[in-house]
């Protein structure tokens, strides 16, 4: 079987980050899920669905044409790395992931993504919906002003536009709507390892990650 790696959290807790730090070091697949739905998201809107019509978003997520390549993401061959990472995507993001037939919709394509030597995968259901057996599954989780504080550096290197006040307020509302909805809700697997990376460097939390991965795996992967 194809070793699977989870990390699931919140927004701003880096498991973005870490989740391409980890598949870099084993040298394995990496899968962004949440780009994915921000995929989802720029579609819709540039289709002129609105992200509450669940009826109107099953054919475009079942049809979605993206396509991952050396850190780009691309919809429909088009450019959309930087269009996808707004605060406005993200929400968009949170939106169209709260309609199960949506969900339903991507899972495949997330499976799908499994192959040799293994994978990598971030977001808020990879370890209880997606990929349930995998053999390591992390959850990572943070304060809200601090994943408040992240995001607005990384908003502010890109150069575009930030209010830290309002980042706070925007990912309590949307911790509310992914803990809530009624499929796939944000939470740890059972058998997810928790970390909180509120006081904690990237480099402190994938030594921790990786400390994991040697507990996990009896062969030596790193």
């Not at 739905?37 to 475009?60: H, K, Q, S, T």
């Amino acid at each position: 079987m194809i070793p699977v790696i989870t990390i699931d959290g919140p927004s701003g807790t880096g498991k973005g980050t870490i989740m391409s730090l980890v598949a870099e070091r084993l040298g394995w697949h990496s899968l962004d899920s949440g780009a994915l739905y921000r995929v989802l998201g720029v579609a819709a809107r540039r289709r002129g669905v609105a992200l509450e019509d669940a009826e109107a978003l099953v054919p475009i997520a079942e049809t979605l044409s993206v396509r991952f390549s050396a850190g780009r993401v691309y919809l429909d061959e088009s450019d959309v790395s930087t269009e996808i990472r707004t605060e406005e995507a993200g929400m968009c993001a949170s939106k169209v992931a709260a309609h199960p037939r949506v969900r339903a919709a991507l899972l495949d394509w997330q499976r799908r993504m499994v192959r040799e030597p293994g994978l990598v995968a971030d977001g808020r259901d990879m370890g209880t919906v997606v990929f349930p057996g995998a053999p390591l599954k992390i959850f990572l989780d943070a304060s809200p002003e601090v994943r408040a504080e992240r995001r607005y550096k990384q908003l502010k290197e890109k150069g575009l536009d930030a209010n830290l006040a309002q980042l706070v307020v925007d990912i309590r509302e949307r911790d509310e709507r992914d803990r809530n909805r009624p499929v796939a809700p944000l939470r740890p697997a059972e058998d997810a390892v928790f970390v909180d990376s509120t006081s904690m460097s990237v480099a402190e939390v994938l030594d921790r990650v990786l400390e994991e991965v040697r507990r996990v795996f009896p062969e030596p992967v790193l």
